[in-house]
C-alpha cells in the first residue's frame, strides 16, 4: 500500500525545468516504478534554498549552489517505492553527470556537477527534512 512505503524528496532543478525535461523526467521516475505522492513547480527564494541546503553551508560551492536552485522555477515531487531513497539516487547516477552511468538521469539530462537536473534525498532523516520542507502533512497522504 502506498502510504506505507518509503518515499524521498526529489527536485527536477531549474536547468532541467528550463530545458523542458520535466515531462520526460516524471516519465522516467514513473516507469522505473515511484509513485508521485505530492507534486509542486516552486521558484525558490535564495533563501529558501540555503534553507534547503542547509547542511552544505561550509562548502565552497554553497553560495554558487544556492544561487543556482533559485534562478527559475523547480519541480519538487514526494516519490513512493519500495526503498525509495536508495533507487531514487540509483535512477538519477552519481553527482556529476559526466561520471553518471549510463542511461542515469544525470547522464542523460545533465550538464554538469552544478547543473545535474535532478535532486534526491540521502537518507531516511533527510528524506523527513526535505518532504516537510516542501509538503505539509496532509498533501502527502
Ligand atoms: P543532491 O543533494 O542535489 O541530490 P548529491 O547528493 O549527489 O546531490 P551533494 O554532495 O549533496 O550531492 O551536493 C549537493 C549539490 O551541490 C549537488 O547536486 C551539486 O549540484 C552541487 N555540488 C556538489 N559538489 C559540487 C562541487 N564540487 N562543485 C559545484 N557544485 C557541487
Ligand atoms: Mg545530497
Known amino acids: 500500500k502506498l502510504e506505507f512505503m518509503e518515499r524521498t524528496l526529489a527536485i527536477i532543478k531549474p536547468d532541467a525545468v528550463a530545458a523542458r525535461s520535466t515531462g520526460a523526467i516524471l516519465q ?10 505530492a507534486m509542486r513547480l516552486v521558484r525558490l527564494s535564495k533563501r529558501d534554498a540555503e534553507g534547503f541546503y542547509a547542511v552544505h553551508r561550509e562548502r565552497p560551492f554553497f553560495s554558487e549552489l544556492t544561487a543556482f536552485m533559485s534562478s527559475g522555477p523547480s519541480v519538487v515531487l514526494a516519490l513512493a517505492a519500495p526503498d525509495a531513497i536508495k533507487r531514487w539516487r540509483a535512477l538519477m547516477g552519481a553527482t ?11 547522464r542523460e539530462f545533465g550538464r554538469s556537477i552544478e547543473n545535474n537536473a535532478t535532486h534526491g534525498s540521502d537518507g531516511l532523516e533527510t ?4 518532504l516537510n520542507y516542501f509538503f505539509r502533512g496532509l498533501e502527502l497522504g
Not at 522516467?28 to 505522492?37: L, P, T, Y
Not at 528524506?127 to 526535505?130: D, I, L, Q
Open 28 to 37: 522516467r521516475a514513473e516507469g522505473a516504478g515511484f509513485s508521485i505522492v
Open 96 to 106: 556529476d553527470p559526466a561520471q553518471a552511468e549510463e542511461g542515469s538521469l544525470r
Open 127 to 130: 528524506a523527513a527534512f526535505e
